[in-house]
């Protein structure tokens, strides 16, 4: 709001004696120069209105690429005319010029077509007007292929975990080679199964442990989801492992899918227990490897991104390892020095509080949603946070986004603490808390990805 009302009272303070219909291309020049001069960090402009768009994905086109300064705007402004009418600006501090360019306009639940238009455009990022934040676009293509191991169906942020990876993959970001479900009971994988199937990826493997921890808390009970029928008992999910269907063990599920990929190409976003992690890392040669589970995990991950630990000055157990204690000891012993590990700690997610009113106001595109349904029939007002999708964001925007610890080792102990060891040559970081600018702009991001259908 005070962008749209500095760039009015700019427009006014120039042109007195103008209606806004009346602005030549000259005059139009010397506002958007000047606005430029206002803002470095950058503006968008309609130019029907002269106002600065309030909603909207913002993509610039390549054609106005490489603009720079006033002498670029008559062509900026010309392009702009004869497409959305909008004229956006950036200051790049590294070559000291300011950047013009026509811009294009998407509705705010058309992330992925803005992003393939802005990947098509040569843009690397998308600016979304109501929430002032950039969104990459991976226009580098980087191949980022990434097994989720969650214990679906007790806290909320497994659910928003998952469902920034099925956007993720919408936006052609990573690839989501498989769902590993550590929290056994089958109604926890078919929780994965609607999931997979409402946001149109109905054949992402799920795998679910069987051998895991007996009766761990469950802090919302939401395991009723996959079997929810309307009132005139229609089943209101589509699933396509069914009642009578299976799912595959999960540390054999993991094997498989390691096995399947090239050396040193997967990422492992792990935000529940490490039950199944451990037990791969104990698996020997099967139908699948020749290669132990150790070997397998050395060859094949490039890195873990876990939600947990706690470090800094607190010592106090951490939840999700310190419930699986013995499999947590485990995975800590038998895990390759090689294969770099992040922990976020739930202090990282603590400050992002998506409201459970928020959460179903933004789900009002429609009625029949996996998420909408846990936050109507539920009381999800327990004081759940955005924790797991910290370590699935981290994993998928890289770690710039993120304040890394410096290098060290982690060792845990009977009592679930997690010690930190600095050490350069170390295999371990772990995230910083975020300060309140990124905390919010970290919540906006998730609740764009909340809108998009
Ligand atoms: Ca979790």
Redesign the pocket.
Known sequence: MKKVLFALALCCAFLPAFSQEKLTDKELVNVIYAMGQMYPDGFTLDLNTMRQPTEGLMVSYKATQNSFDRKSLPAVIKHARAHQNLVGGWYNPEDGHYYFDSTRAFPEDSLAAAVAFARDNDQHTVYVASKDINIWTNYEQKDIRIILD???G??T??LF?LMMLYRYMDMKRCNLIGVIVDRMGKANADIVDVLNNFYGYPDIPIGLETQGIPNPHVFITYHNLPYARSTDAVPMFKRSVGDNGSYMESYKLYRKLLAEQPDKSVTIAS??FVTSLARLLESGPDEYSPLSGVELVRRKVKEIYA?GGVFGDAVEPDY?FKAAIDFSLKFFELLPKEVDIVFSPGEVGDPLDYRPETVIADMDWTDLHPIKWTYQFLNCDTGQKM??PQAVINAVEGDDLYKLSPRGWVTLTPNGETLFHEDPKGNARYQYPGDPVWCDMVLKYIRLMAIQH
Do not use: H, V
Request: charged share 30%.
């Open positions: 969650c214990d679906m007790s806290s942020d497994d975990a935000i529940g939600m999700n924790w797991d």
